[in-house]
């Protein structure tokens, strides 16, 4: 028998003006938006934030310079405009990142290169990031790792994001604003009676049945979303989804430098070769359609092709032996009827109907890089149902974390000033990961003894306390590949103290 537990976001009755569904960058950045325009607001996640491939991407915050070759202007100049708004809105989660294209003169002339980092530069509007420009690879410089017969390329910038704490951030900031924020929680089914919603919430932690009320859902389920449309009575689908599987591989530093590779490869794809936790570098990614998007994992055939495609340009091979791990997402494409899963347009298209005066809204598509504009325009699409709402807001307001008043690095400096105790490294990875929230994760502490217990590589029980109490982690997975990266730094012995740790919090 199931339990009826009461909603949570209120304690009266009063409908929800929105529930999102989907606690990917999409659904947290909607709800972030519609929270802040004094809509009331629930989210619904039936894993963790950032559970599904919100946490597998390249983690670039990109134009994305090969869907140039797509002409899709609209998106790139979109993305691009974007790309400059979030490094300035969430500066310790978004760094800018300079990329190095090696001249493959058999796969594209130097003329197409030139021609369309030209139009990158010329789309991206105003920038802080340098234009884009000829390098030689010769020698100690950009092309010491790679091969000697890469001798020319080009260079531009772009940005690096954590694609997880970018998911979360939003998350932190629509629950700030009032909205409620209900992970492992799933959107069994839906029925519109009455102009409103009556939904069913099915308690996946604890056990039990919720019952929500609201105006409008927002469809953000990802790879997901015609199976939500399935539990919603009387929706259509009003696009279809092509799922895009791509996978990482992580191997140890492949070259010294704060710089990214752009590969060509033979079949028209693209390879990056990104620096990841000062330590490695990710080599991603695949474009494999598949059928079943709710578990992907690598297959040795993307394993070997990037392997092969990496060790053409790198002096040294890549090898499977070197591999210190995996990942793969699924990306929930926007289906154009596009022959190649390379080609379908990475654009998103969101479709809206009112079901017996019900609004749902469906998103199919989209980039990390968007989730912002996209956001907006879910917004916009749904203001007919609530004309009281406020108006645009989140192109001006830093997410949680980001509010730093003269840069994070000075920022960085005063709390190094405050906390000297702890060492500067330390300091340093807190200010990446919370920003300028680190002060109250720090807040009250005096010496070492006052982080707690030390799990290894700078992760103590108060960050680990701290993300449980504000960032809804609630299993060591949570912690230590969402909250952070530790479950690749750290091992198995640490790893286990974690869970440890949790347990004993419970008990
Ligand atoms: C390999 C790869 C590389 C990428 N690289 C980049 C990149 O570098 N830059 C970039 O801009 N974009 C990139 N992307 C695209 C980007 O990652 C995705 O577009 C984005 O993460 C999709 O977010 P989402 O919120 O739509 O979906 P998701 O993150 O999948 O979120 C959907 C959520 O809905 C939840 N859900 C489903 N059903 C229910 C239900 N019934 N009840 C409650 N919750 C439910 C799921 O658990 C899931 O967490 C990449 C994607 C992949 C796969």
Excluded at 80 to 102: M, N, S, Y
Excluded at 228 to 249: E, F, L, P
Excluded at 312 to 322: L, N
Excluded at 470 to 492: C, F, H, P, Q
Aim: proline content about 4%; glycine content about 10%; overall charge neutral.
């Amino acid at each position: 028998m199931t339990t009826v537990l009461p909603r949570t976001p209120a304690s009266d009755d009063r409908p929800l003006d929105i529930l999102v569904v989907g606690g990917g960058i999409n659904g947290c950045g909607i709800a972030r938006d519609a929270a802040g325009r004094g809509l009331d607001v629930m989210l619904v996640e039936m894993g963790d934030i950032a559970g599904a491939t919100s946490q597998w991407s390249s983690k670039l915050i990109h134009g994305g310079l090969r869907y140039l070759e797509y002409y899709e202007f609209r998106l790139v100049r979109e993305s691009l405009r974007e790309r400059e708004v979030l490094l300035r809105l969430a500066p310790h989660l978004i760094e800018p990142l300079q990329f190095v294209v090696p001249h493959a003169a058999h796969l594209r002339p130097r003329w197409m290169i030139r021609a369309g980092l030209f139009l990158y530069d010329a789309l991206r509007g105003a920038s802080a990031l340098p234009r884009s420009r000829a390098v030689s690879l010769s020698g100690d410089g950009l092309g010491a790792a790679l091969s000697a017969r890469f001798t020319r390329g080009f260079c531009y910038y772009d940005a690096q994001a954590d694609d997880a704490r970018l998911t979360l951030a939003n998350a932190r900031g629509a629950a700030d604003l009032g909205a409620c924020i209900a992970t492992r929680t799933r959107l069994v089914s839906a029925r519109a009676e009455h102009g409103l919603w009556q939904v069913q919430l099915e308690d996946l932690l604890h056990g039990g049945v919720r019952r929500v009320a609201a105006r409008a859902i927002v469809n953000a389920a990802g790879p997901w979303v015609g199976e939500v449309q399935g539990r919603i009575d009387g929706a259509h689908a009003g696009a279809r989804i092509k799922h895009v599987k791509g996978s990482h591989i992580v191997v140890p530093r492949l070259h010294q430098g704060a710089y990214a590779y752009l590969l060509q490869n033979p079949d028209g794809r693209i390879l990056f070769a990104i620096p990841w936790l000062d330590r490695y570098t990710l080599l991603g990614t695949t474009d494999v359609p598949v059928e079943d998007y709710a578990a992907p994992a690598i297959d040795a055939a993307e394993i070997d092709y990037l392997c092969a495609r990496a060790s053409e340009y790198f002096a040294v091979p890549v090898r499977k032996s070197d591999i210190v791990t995996t990942y793969a997402g699924v990306r929930p494409l926007y289906d154009d009827g596009a022959g190649e899963a390379a080609a379908v347009t990475r654009d998103y298209v969101l479709h809206v109907e009112d079901i017996g005066g019900a609004a749902l809204l469906n998103v199919y598509g989209g980039k990390l890089t968007t989730y912002r504009k996209l956001s907006e325009q879910a917004m916009a699409r749904l203001a007919g149902h609530f004309p009281a709402m406020g108006k645009s807001w989140t192109h001006a307001a830093p997410l949680p974390g980001g509010d730093f008043d003269g840069g994070r690095a000075e920022f960085a400096g005063e709390l190094a000033g405050r906390f000297a105790w702890l060492p500067r490294e330390h300091l340093d990875v807190l200010v990446r990961r919370h920003g300028t929230r680190a002060a109250q994760l720090l807040d009250g502490c005096g010496m070492p003894a006052d982080l707690g217990e030390h799990f290894g590589a700078g992760f103590y029980a108060r960050e680990l306390e701290y993300m449980v109490a504000n960032e809804w982690a609630v299993t060591a997975d949570d912690l230590l590949m969402r909250r952070s990266k530790y479950g690749i730094i750290l091992d198995a012995a640490q790893r286990e103290r974690v869970t440890r740790h949790l347990e004993g919090m419970r008990s």
